[in-house]
């Protein structure tokens, strides 16, 4: 993937976070971020408008993508971004079981929308662009698939954890291998069940 080309065609004004009704500050963040020039109030910054008290977004799996791509060109404080994908895999896996829980069923549409969606999420070449019908696709499933998505994105790209969990730098070495427990022993949670 060519991340500064995907991050200009990336359609920002069209996901909104918790704090705008776009996404437009990340694009700058996360080129600074590809830069080496982010300083920790940036990836703060990014970090808080992927996730808020464990509720995902619908720019999360993207954020997400941009994360894996930027651990993958070895670009940025690796540390802070498997530290902020371990808050992301947290939250879905929480939210997840709240699924499950509550006994939601995705209905045969939402599941062949995960298809289409999984086209571009999911390819290591994507250049940002997405037309007219895969955004009102995105933005018509039902939002418990931003958990999925964020759980299978992680899954799919364990191998690059594993990788780094083997880095010479400790303190990389230590997140990705904290990353990989979570992944391996996901939290458990009761919801009142007896």
Request: with cysteine.
């Amino acid at each position: 993937m060519n991340f500064l080309k995907c991050m200009n065609n990336f359609p920002w004004n069209r996901f909104a976070t918790v704090y705008e009704t776009n996404s437009i500050g990340l694009k700058g963040i996360f080129i600074k971020m590809f830069n080496n020039t982010a300083e920790m109030s940036d990836y703060q910054y990014v970090i808080d408008r992927l996730e808020c008290q464990d509720t995902l977004y619908r720019i999360t799996p993207w954020g997400l993508k941009f994360y894996i791509c930027l651990l993958m060109e070895d670009k940025s404080n690796q540390n802070i971004l498997l530290q902020n994908i371990n808050v992301l895999f947290e939250a879905a896996n929480y939210n997840m079981q709240v699924d499950i829980a509550t006994n939601y069923n995705p209905t045969k549409g939402n599941l062949m929308k995960y298809e289409i969606i999984k086209s571009k999420l999911f390819d290591r070449d994507f250049d940002g662009t997405m037309d007219a019908d895969y955004i009102k696709t995105f933005k018509s499933i039902d939002r418990n698939f931003m958990q999925r998505s964020t759980i299978d994105l992680i899954q799919q790209n364990i191998s690059l954890f594993e990788d780094l969990a083997k880095s010479t730098n400790s303190n990389i070495a230590q997140s990705a291998s904290l990353l990989i427990n979570s992944i391996h022993n996901p939290k458990k949670y009761d919801f009142g069940k007896s």
